[in-house]
């Protein structure tokens, strides 16, 4: 049982999809699944992920609304909210993309997901639709965090925190798979 068999496995709402994006990473590397400005995992105010529990990592504060596939692979989990999603990379990453703080008390508000489980995604697949407004409305932050949840080492960034950063740019890659 892996980490992603922990998320509940509820009903996913499909609605008409953004386009791709062109995206292409290599193995070891995760691509930004947002755009906006980077940031280190540990200026989060989620202590979960600043503290680096649940892996590696970098986040995104978003200018946009749409998380795209930072890796290619299947769809391994996806959580009833719709605020996150797991992704095992075909070169066996497990990625997790969590849209937010706290986002899971929306109980969905505002979160689309384009995906189903065991789908197989080509980077830059459309994930996930979010309604920032709504989130900055529930009092939360919007703040976009990838962390790798298998990964025994250390993510090395590929842009600096403070960057602009592009969805489908390279975000961070394993410091093992480098």
Same mark, same amino acid.
């Given at each position: 049982?892996?980490?992603f068999?922990?998320?509940?496995?509820?009903?996913?709402?499909?609605?008409?999809?953004?386009?791709?994006?062109?995206?292409?990473?290599?193995p070891?590397?995760?691509l930004?699944?947002?755009?906006?400005?980077?940031?280190?995992?540990?200026e989060?105010?989620?202590?979960?992920?600043?503290?680096?529990?649940?892996?590696?990592?970098?986040a995104?504060?978003?200018?946009?609304g749409?998380?795209?596939?930072?890796?290619?692979?299947?769809?391994?989990?996806?959580?009833?909210?719709?605020?996150?999603?797991?992704?095992t990379?075909?070169?066996?990453?497990?990625?997790?993309?969590?849209?937010?703080?706290?986002? =899971?008390?929306m109980?969905?508000?505002?979160?689309?997901?384009?995906?189903?489980?065991? !789908?197989? &995604?080509? +980077? %830059?697949? @459309? #994930?996930?639709?979010?309604?920032?407004?709504?989130?900055?409305?529930a009092?939360?932050?919007?703040?976009?965090?990838?962390? =790798?949840?298998?990964?025994?080492?250390?993510?090395?960034?590929?842009?600096a925190?403070? !960057?602009? &950063?592009? +969805? %489908?740019? @390279? #975000?961070f890659?394993?410091?093992?798979k480098a």
């Amino acid at each position: 049982m892996g980490f992603f068999d922990r998320f509940s496995r509820g009903k996913r709402t499909v609605t008409e999809a953004p386009r791709a994006i062109e995206a292409t990473a290599e193995p070891g590397c995760v691509l930004s699944p947002v755009s906006g400005v980077a940031k280190s995992l540990s200026e989060v105010s989620d202590p979960v992920f600043a503290q680096g529990m649940l892996g590696p990592g970098m986040a995104v504060a978003p200018s946009g609304g749409v998380v795209y596939a930072p890796v290619t692979g299947t769809i391994t989990a996806a959580v009833a909210t719709g605020h996150a999603l797991g992704i095992t990379s075909d070169d066996g990453m497990e990625v997790l993309i969590h849209v937010g703080v706290d986002t =899971v008390e929306m109980r969905g508000d505002g979160f689309t997901v384009l995906a189903e489980k065991d !789908a197989h &995604v080509t +980077a %830059g697949t @459309p #994930l996930i639709v979010f309604d920032r407004e709504k989130i900055h409305a529930a009092g939360h932050d919007d703040i976009v965090m990838v962390s =790798v949840t298998n990964a025994s080492s250390e993510s090395l960034p590929a842009v600096a925190p403070g !960057a602009e &950063v592009r +969805a %489908g740019e @390279p #975000l961070f890659r394993l410091g093992d798979k480098a």
